[in-house]
């Protein structure tokens, strides 16, 4: 997978810092530099890149007035640049993907550069699987165009209330994504929902949760463990055999015998 890159900043310095820190990532491509807001709206357009490592404070058309310009059905994944913390809020109310002070720090730029792989990586398999149900439906319309149908509703239209938990916690609200879910374990009564930022308890048992959770790519590993399959970095196998399913993040997670198997027809079917 590559992944198209536009660097925006007026500061010349800081459009080559970013440039240098993308070398040797082999799935970028930095397809464009920028130095101004009105230059990186006609990029975007034109050239659709895949993320925007985007400045906030340029004159005349700041990053935001880039955002709103373009529009949030052309915008790519967004990570914000600036020197002032006091932006993050905007930054985030118009969903951008990361915010990094300036100066970058190395952890925290690798971090997001991870955080972009998955979201795009999910952004073209759901782009992918949009266009499949299309040629299919065009497909069984072409088929039965003489025959009248009854209405029922597609799967994106059944899932849409599935696909977003809310889980009240100590007085707070949160909404969690089932994209943004890496893996989930059973925890006595309640399960625990694991993304990449931070831990959930939800009373739910872990059928349901599986059932939930299955048009979204993820698979059961264990009894007590389900995981998601886009996020599987790697197997590993100790000396008596046993497997463990590593994550992206470094989650090592065990893998029983009895869904072994099924894990890897699922990952070769991928």
């Known amino acids: 997978m590559t992944i ?3 660097i925006v900043d007026d500061e010349p310095l800081a459009r080559e810092g970013v440039v240098l820190r993308l070398e ?3 799935d970028m491509q930095v397809i464009g530099e920028c130095s101004n807001g009105k230059d990186a709206i006609a990029a975007i357009l034109e050239n659709k890149p895949d993320l925007v490592f985007l400045d906030i404070k340029m004159p005349k ?3 935001f007035d880039v955002v709103k310009a373009v529009g949030a059905e052309h915008m790519p994944q967004v990570i914000f640049l600036t020197a002032y913390n006091e932006f993050a809020v905007e930054a985030f ?3 951008a993907l990361d915010y990094l002070l300036k100066p970058i720090n190395g952890a925290l730029f690798k971090e997001s550069l991870q955080r972009a792989r998955q979201q795009i990586s999910q952004s073209r398999i ?3 699987s949009k266009q499949l149900t299309s040629l299919l439906s065009a497909h069984h319309d072409h088929l039965h165009q003489d025959k009248p149908q009854p209405v029922v509703p597609s799967q994106s239209d059944t899932i849409g209330n599935n696909d977003r938990m809310v889980i009240r916690s100590q007085g707070n609200v949160y909404f969690v994504n089932a994209t943004d879910i890496f893996w989930v374990e059973a925890d006595g ?3 625990n929902i694991h993304t990449a930022q931070k831990s959930h308890l939800l009373r739910e048992t872990m059928k349901k949760i599986e059932q939930r959770l299955q048009v979204h790519g993820f698979q059961r590993i264990h009894r007590s463990t389900i995981v998601k399959l886009s996020v599987i970095s790697e197997l590993s196998t100790s000396d008596n055999g046993e497997y463990e399913v590593i994550l992206i993040n470094g989650t090592r997670l065990k893998l029983s015998r009895t869904y072994r198997d099924l894990l890897f027809e699922k990952l070769q079917a991928d």
């Open 4 to 6: 198209k890159v536009l």
């Open 24 to 26: 040797g990532q082999t």
């Open 61 to 63: 058309i700041n990053g």
């Open 93 to 95: 109310r118009i969903n």
């Open 126 to 128: 759901a782009h992918r």
């Open 189 to 191: 009564d309640y399960i």
